[in-house]
């Protein structure tokens, strides 16, 4: 299938709005590596179907600042493997595609649910002992790249994790996480044998003996307040009474403390199960059945990772040994544990992960690098961008004016680095989330706000440190363009702003032809014409705090967008069902990804809405609580989805409609004369742009 790597022509274009880019002067542009600690280079995945999943999945979102095309909603977990690639590996990659970053995104979140493994034959991967018959889901998302590998059997659950830094000693010699990149004995390489990767966890678990909404969303608060705030405390190394589950990793502590002391931290090799009356811990590794950390006389720092290799840790659904989830309820922001027996080994991490930890890697890079084996049955779970010891760079944008922006704008970026002796060699410039440019401190770009649509942009500067670890600082901006009169009015109606019964959009400068209402990455309610009053429940938005926007689409294919409102919750039960949802979307020919038809869940588990026509040149795919279309080759013109609301046999709501516009990306749409739109081909070429 060679999922996730084939990406070019896999685009599926919500709406008439997919971003485009602005007309750049930028330099030099190369590879280079990223980083896997910053949530422009993340995705998140969230169920639309599952109330906690929503809630603490916008919950992250909002506190981390993910850009909204971050943002994928589809049920994470699958009957199986095989099932997983081939509806949801097949959709995040058409989604990754369609929204112009397949080659941004190196980390792959997982919104708190139920799911927590996916099931695999037990003769895809052979084991020392036991099977393995569960990959967890993490793993699952963090393998996808591997995943023809995987299903064609012959694996072993000792594979190699060749993003595995087999000594930590230097954090010079330590390599950021880039999922664009191929990894060979920890080094990013193209040599046969070399692996690609995603670094993914689980954000939580809300099911039996996991944890809670709200240890988990306390989690997120505190996990994000430790950022770059270089605690003081100790990192510890239990030596305990079962030999079992400490003799592997205690011969490795004597040089991961000398490692954290080179550093100019503490590391303590302690007796016991866990530091009793120590209250300072910036890191625990033990080994025991069960740490009982209840009624411990433990004090665990904010950022903290903590895990006791058992061998049921992350197997919530046996009451057999104690849950890394009672790391997180006790204070940590991560821990790791495997969701079946796992025969030890190398699938549980090094100490040298608290080194690279205390370095300045992110929690996920950190935990990924330090694991030895290809860990399918190891679940990471918590908060991966968690970055407490890092020393981000500082980045801003020059020239920018303080009301709107109109025409062409010449602009600089400045960026100084956080540690001393460091530079910043290099600064991406994203635009509604994508990167639009990458340039350098201090160089003068032109920024072409013609190319964009009047309105409302978000817009972000990413700063990247000229060190082996790539430590990334964020800048975070917005740009109101008004080139073409055009503009969108939202309010609130019949209740407070922050908490109403519904809204009312209208649309300014020019013949409107469709209104949307938007959430964090979906759209949650659209009609025809220049004025609309839309009503919603918290069936399409969570019950806690949000944000909605209002997005016009015009006559010639155009748009305009407003400011998101926030808002603090929506009635727990409304009308959203009885308003039509009727929406305009471009798609590539041959290309596949989900579209925004209403995915939640009825009472007899069956799809929430019945295809009443259409669409003629594409087939429709429910699964995981979405739909995903998959456009034929040949697709031309027009076509249409329309669908109505349903459980079971009863009929909820009027029907609602999809028009489908067929439009190669770069292609002239012959309706509006516009340009489609389109992964990357709104970016000029380097010879075009230094020409300029």
């Given at each position: 299938m060679r999922l996730l790597t084939r990406l070019g022509r896999l685009v599926l274009l919500r709406g008439l709005g997919a971003a485009c880019a602005a007309s750049l002067i930028f330099l030099s542009v190369h590879h280079a590596a990223t980083a896997g600690g910053s949530p422009e280079r993340s995705v998140l995945l969230i169920d639309p179907a599952d109330p906690d999943s929503l809630y603490l999945g916008q919950a992250y979102a909002r506190l981390r600042q993910l850009p909204a095309n971050r943002m994928i909603y589809m049920r994470p977990g699958a009957a199986?493997?095989?099932a997983l690639v081939d509806f949801q590996g097949r959709a995040l990659a058409g989604e990754l595609a369609a929204r112009g970053i397949a080659d941004e995104v190196?980390?792959?979140?997982i919104a708190p649910g139920r799911d927590f493994y996916v099931p695999i034959p037990s003769d895809r991967i052979s084991t020392g002992c036991g099977q393995v018959s569960r990959i967890s889901i993490s793993s699952a998302y963090a393998f996808l790249p591997m995943a023809d590998a995987i299903l064609a059997g012959g694996l072993s659950d000792q594979l190699s994790n060749h993003y595995y830094g087999a000594r930590f000693t230097d954090p010079a010699r330590e390599a950021a996480f880039d999922a664009g990149q191929a990894w060979y004995n920890g080094r990013p390489i193209e040599a046969p044998g070399a692996r690609r990767y995603y670094l993914s966890f689980l954000l939580g678990y809300t099911g039996e003996r996991?944890?809670?909404?709200?240890?988990?969303?306390?989690?997120?608060?505190?996990?994000?307040?430790?950022?770059?705030?270089?605690?003081?405390?100790?990192?510890?190394?239990?030596?305990?009474?079962?030999?079992?589950?400490?003799?592997?990793?205690?011969?490795?502590?004597?040089?991961?403390?000398?490692?954290?002391?080179?550093?100019?931290?503490h590391a303590e090799v302690l007796d016991g199960g866990v530091p009793s009356g120590r209250q300072d811990a910036l890191g625990i590794l033990t080994g025991l059945t069960d740490p009982g950390l209840a009624n411990a006389d433990l004090g665990i720092q904010p950022g903290a990772f903590a895990d006791h290799l058992t061998s049921f840790a992350g197997m919530f659904d046996t009451g057999s040994q104690g849950k890394m989830s009672q790391w997180i309820a006790a204070g940590a922001s991560g821990s790791a544990g495997t969701v079946e027996e796992p025969c030890t080994g190398g699938k549980f991490p090094d100490p040298d992960l608290h080194a690279r930890y205390l370095a300045g890697m992110?929690?996920?890079?950190?935990?990924?690098?330090?694991?030895?084996?290809?860990?399918?049955?190891?679940?990471y779970y918590g908060d991966p961008l968690t970055q407490p010891f890092a020393s981000p760079p500082e980045a801003s944008l020059v020239g920018l004016p303080a009301g709107t922006a109109q025409g062409r704008l010449l602009l600089t970026t400045e960026a100084s680095a956080g540690r001393p002796g460091l530079g910043v060699d290099r600064v991406d410039v994203l635009v509604d989330g994508r990167r639009i440019a990458t340039t350098r401190p201090g160089a003068l770009f032109a920024f072409d706000t013609r190319r964009l649509d009047d309105g409302w942009h978000d817009l972000r500067l990413l700063a990247f440190e000229n060190s082996a670890l790539r430590t990334q600082g964020r800048w975070l901006g917005e740009l109101t363009v008004a080139n073409r009169g055009r503009s969108v009015e939202l309010a609130a109606i019949d209740g407070p702003e922050a908490r109403p019964a519904g809204f009312a959009v209208r649309a300014l400068g020019g013949p409107a032809v469709e209104l949307r209402l938007l959430g964090p990455g979906r759209i949650l309610a659209a009609a025809p014409g220049a004025s609309a009053r839309f009503e919603l429940s918290g069936d399409r938005l969570p019950a806690g705090p949000s944000w909605v926007q209002a997005e016009a689409i015009y006559a010639d294919g155009g748009r305009a967008r407003g400011r998101p409102m926030p808002i603090r919750d929506l009635p727990a039960s409304g009308t959203a069902a009885s308003q039509p949802l009727r929406f305009t979307a471009f798609v590539a020919p041959g290309s596949h990804g989900l579209i925004d038809l209403p995915s939640l869940a009825s009472s007899t588990g069956e799809a929430p809405i019945r295809i009443v026509e259409g669409p003629d040149q594409a087939s429709l795919r429910y699964a995981a609580n979405a739909w995903m279309l998959e456009v034929s080759e040949s697709a031309t013109g027009r076509d249409r989805i329309v669908f109505e609301p349903v459980d079971g046999a009863e009929t909820l709501a009027p029907s609602g409609r999809v028009e489908l516009?067929?439009?190669?990306?770069?292609?002239?749409?012959?309706?509006?004369?516009?340009?489609?739109?389109?992964?990357?081909?709104?970016?000029?070429?380097?010879?075009a742009s230094a020409s300029r």
């Open positions: 199986g493997f095989e190196d980390a792959i979140l996991g944890n809670t909404v709200a240890e988990i969303e306390a989690n997120f608060v505190r996990s994000a307040a430790a950022d770059f705030g270089h605690p003081d405390g100790t990192f510890y190394f239990m030596n305990t009474s079962d030999e079992i589950r400490t003799r592997d990793r205690r011969r490795l502590w004597p040089y991961t403390v000398e490692s954290i002391q080179g550093l100019g931290g992110s929690l996920g890079e950190a935990l990924f690098r330090s694991t030895p084996w290809t860990a399918f049955q190891t679940l516009r067929y439009c190669a990306p770069g292609a002239v749409d012959a309706e509006s004369l516009r340009i489609c739109p389109g992964g990357r081909l709104w970016l000029p070429s380097l010879q």
